[in-house]
T-cell receptor
Framework: EPEVTQTPSHQVTQMGQEVILRCVPI?????FYWYRQILGQKVEFLVSFYNNEISEKSEIFDDQFSVERPDGSNFTLKIRSTKLEDSAMYFC??????????FGSGTRLTVV | AQKVTQAQTEISVVEKEDVTLDCVYETRDTTYYLFWYKQPPSGELVFLIRRNSFDEQNEISGRYSWNFQKSTSSFNFTITASQVVDSAVYFC???????????????FGKGTLLTVNP
């Protein structure tokens, strides 16, 4: 069964450093999403991406965040200057029709 | 705005007991999808079910069943004869059914931690 692949599975970074979280969505999917889950809390929407542009972003997704689909297969989330409160599990998801997501297994980001 | 409420923060049962996880939602959309996801201790999100707002038929899949009641805006999930492997956090979620083609973001509830003891 096709999978959404996220790398790395766990990343530790120093506060203030830039991080790039990588995702390889399912190849024929058109809709891409990033979600975040702070430890012990609910899963929160960050951003949706369709037709090579952001279709919606949440208030969490401020200027420190950006997304890119640089080469038609990868979908990346960049955090420019990490803060302690960015520590969370980040999930990538893709979908062919918009609904019916497939989630990746997540990247656990720890900011120290 | 969309909202999903899972009032039960934690439930603990003994193996073989039946357990129902409650989910109540709010939306102004007339058409929408409802979902349940399981998050085991390993952390990934495992899709369990998607229902659209047109279809209020209950669904059964093995030990799992779902009760969708539009009149009360509820989408409850029952596990029959629970097993230790069912221990996980369960999330209910909601998305638009037709958002104009560009965004079907999911709104999650806070989750219910189910612990099944042997």
């Amino acid at each position: 069964e096709p999978e959404v692949t996220q790398t790395p599975s766990h990343q530790v970074t120093q506060m203030g450093q830039e991080v790039i979280l990588r995702c390889v969505p399912i190849s024929n999917h058109l809709y891409f999403y990033w979600y975040r889950q702070i430890l012990g809390q609910k899963v929160e929407f960050l951003v949706s991406f369709y037709n090579n542009e952001i279709s919606e972003k949440s208030e969490i997704f401020d200027d420190q965040f950006s997304v890119e689909r640089p080469d038609g297969s990868n979908f990346t989330l960049k955090i420019r200057s990490t803060k302690l409160e960015d520590s969370a599990m980040y999930f990538c998801a893709s979908s062919a029709q918009g609904y019916g997501y497939t989630f990746g297994s997540g990247t656990r980001l720890t900011v120290v | 705005a969309q909202k999903v409420t899972q009032a039960q923060t934690e439930i603990s049962v003994v193996e073989k007991e039946d357990v129902t996880l409650d989910c109540v939602y709010e939306t102004r959309d007339t058409t929408y999808y409802l979902f349940w996801y399981k998050q085991p201790p390993s952390g990934e999100l495992v899709f369990l079910i998607r229902r659209n707002s047109f279809d209020e038929q209950n669904e059964i899949s093995g030990r799992y069943s779902w009760n969708f009641q539009k009149s009360t805006s509820s989408f409850n999930f029952t596990i029959t004869a629970s097993q230790v492997v069912d221990s996980a956090v369960y999330f209910c979620a909601l998305s638009p059914l037709n958002s104009g083609g560009s965004n079907y973001k999911l709104t999650f509830g806070k989750g219910t931690l189910l612990t099944v003891n042997p």
